[in-house]
């Protein structure tokens, strides 16, 4: 049973270019989050996505970002008009219908580790 | 405001000797607690979690943590380190209706022989 898969692992981008990042949630989980990890910090949340649905996006910068989950295919993270600060490791995870049973638990990719020169 | 608290940037343990990881929380409700363990370039694997019941609870690679409610604290142990758990440690609450998940800023670990 795969992972969660994102792609692509390392991304390098000058600024001003836009920036799109997949995420593959594990089989049978339906939910997938976004999570981005700055230079010595912990990761903090960003948008939280069903299929064709964005649930939670409190963590999403108000300007440049956007994710969506479409019906097919990958979660896709889009980072437009990158600046240097928008250097990070961003990681997907992903989970079943969370329930109190389930404990929801969360699943994580390896990351894409996005720099921008 | 929900926070999680992870005091130790760094530790430095010998190979064979115990380990503690501090973790303490801020949430408004019952809280969910984990604790992620993350290699150099890779991504976080579930070490263990805490939903309710038990307030000990056992995980993968030997490690076990304590949920003490009146000390908002889910603290992370090992009674013998391996060269192989050098890596950086996160602890994390959540549950709420939109199951996010907040962290701590990480427990760096490094064993030495």
């Known amino acids: 049973n795969a992972g969660v898969m994102q792609n692509p692992r390392h991304l390098v981008r000058r600024r001003g270019q836009e920036a799109r990042l997949r995420c593959s949630p594990m089989k049978g989980h339906s939910h997938v989050y976004w999570y981005r990890q700055l230079p010595e910090e912990g990761l903090k949340f960003m948008v939280y996505?069903?299929?064709?649905?964005?649930?939670?996006e409190s963590g999403m910068p108000k300007e440049r970002f956007s994710a969506e989950f479409p019906k097919e295919g990958p979660s896709i993270l889009r980072i437009q008009q990158v600046v240097r600060g928008d250097s990070a490791a961003y990681f997907c995870?992903?989970?079943?219908?969370?329930?109190?049973?389930?404990?929801?638990?969360?699943?994580f990719g390896p990351g894409t580790r996005l720099t921008v020169t | 405001a929900q926070s999680v608290t992870q005091p130790d940037i760094h530790i430095t343990v010998s190979e064979g000797a115990s380990l503690e990881l501090r973790c303490n929380y801020s949430?408004?409700?019952?809280?969910?607690l984990f604790w992620y363990v993350q290699s150099p370039g890779q991504g976080l694997q579930l070490l263990l979690k805490y939903f309710s019941g038990d307030t000990l609870v056992q995980g993968i690679k030997g490690f076990e943590a304590e949920f003490k409610r009146s000390q908002s604290s889910f603290n992370l142990r090992k009674p013998s380190v391996h060269w192989s758990d050098a890596a950086e440690y996160f602890c994390a609450v959540g549950g709420g209706a939109t199951n996010k998940l907040i962290f701590g800023t990480g427990t760096l670990l490094a064993v030495q022989p």
């Open positions: 996505l069903q299929k064709e649905n964005i649930i939670d």
């Open positions: 949430y408004g409700a019952t809280p969910y």
């Open positions: 995870a992903s989970s079943p219908l969370p329930t109190r049973d389930r404990g929801y638990e969360q699943y």
